[in-house]
């Protein structure tokens, strides 16, 4: 006789239209993503996968639904579906996640972009990039996996956030890729003047600013979101460390805010760097300026 764990409690057809119905009312943008990604989670299935079973009425396990509900308590609470999952994706990596560190967002994909773009443009054979503040790693190992011939250097200051980032560095294992503890400001110094590419995605919410989202505003540790009084105190530390570092001719780019792009380019202008230019992202917002090393 089957045991009470493996009789079917629900099917995966109205377990499906109930997380999506749930998640829908507590405010969630994309309910149907969500639900296929919880669901998927904990049946060890793809969101295509999901929906086939959902189609033809497949019975999910009462233990499985037991699991699947108390995860949508929580996504409907609004915690982020990262921290519920443990992972993250970007680009082509699944990343650790949790309490303590930013969870990468799809449009630093795209600023990841301009980074690997320049790093496959120089003609060195070893290019050296830089990530600032790296968080989980996201950035810099896209750039180690994805530019394998570059050397990749990244410096984080959270303690709560390193132990992450040395969880994802240990398990994308990319052998190009070299991984700090400290302050951006005094960030490997004994590369001053060799680094082609430096990338970072500051803090740079304005004090003030009351973040819109329940999951950045709730879930997001406020050491990777606010950047002083006008959000740009570290964007200003990036500027400097990234003169020390670059080589003339070298790329910077920072990822900001949708309203920061003027007083960023006037920022860097200033600094001295050449040629400052804000990008939109796939959402038609400013979301990153790249400058030139002079």
Known sequence: MPS?????????????????SLLAAAGITDPEV???????????????????????NRPVSQ???ATIETMLARRGRREPLQHI?????????????????????????????????????????EPIGVDLGTGSGAIALALATEVPH????A???????????????????????????????DAFVELDGTVAVVISNPPYIPADAIP???????????????????????????????????????VLVIEHGELQGAAIRELLAFDGWRAPATHRDYTSRDRATTALRP
Not at 47 to 53: D, I, L, N, S
Not at 213 to 230: I, K, M, N, Q, Y
């Open 4 to 20: 009470s764990d493996s009789a079917p409690l629900a099917t995966l057809t109205s377990l499906r239209n109930r997380a999506i």
């Open 212 to 250: 819109r989202d329940p999951e950045v505003r709730l879930f997001d540790p406020a050491h990777a979101l606010f950047g002083g009084p006008d959000g740009l105190d570290v964007v200003r530390s990036v500027s400097a460390t990234g003169l020390r570092l670059l080589r003339p001719g070298g």
């Open 150 to 153: 570059a050397r990749i250097f």
């Open 34 to 56: 969500d639900a296929d990604l919880l669901i998927g989670h904990v049946l060890g299935q793809s969101r295509g996968e999901v929906q086939a079973g959902s189609i033809l």
């Open 63 to 65: 233990a499985d639904a």
């Open 85 to 125: 999952t443990g992972r993250a994706p970007f680009r082509s990596l699944s990343l650790n996640v949790g309490p303590g560190v930013f969870v990468p967002r799809p449009e630093t994909e795209q600023v990841a972009q301009f980074a690997i773009d320049a790093l496959r443009s120089m003609p060195d054979p």
């Open 155 to 185: 410096i984080e200051n959270s303690p709560e956030a390193f132990s992450w980032t040395t969880r994802n560095f240990t398990e994308v294992a990319a052998e190009n890729a070299v991984l700090a503890f400290g302050d951006l400001a």
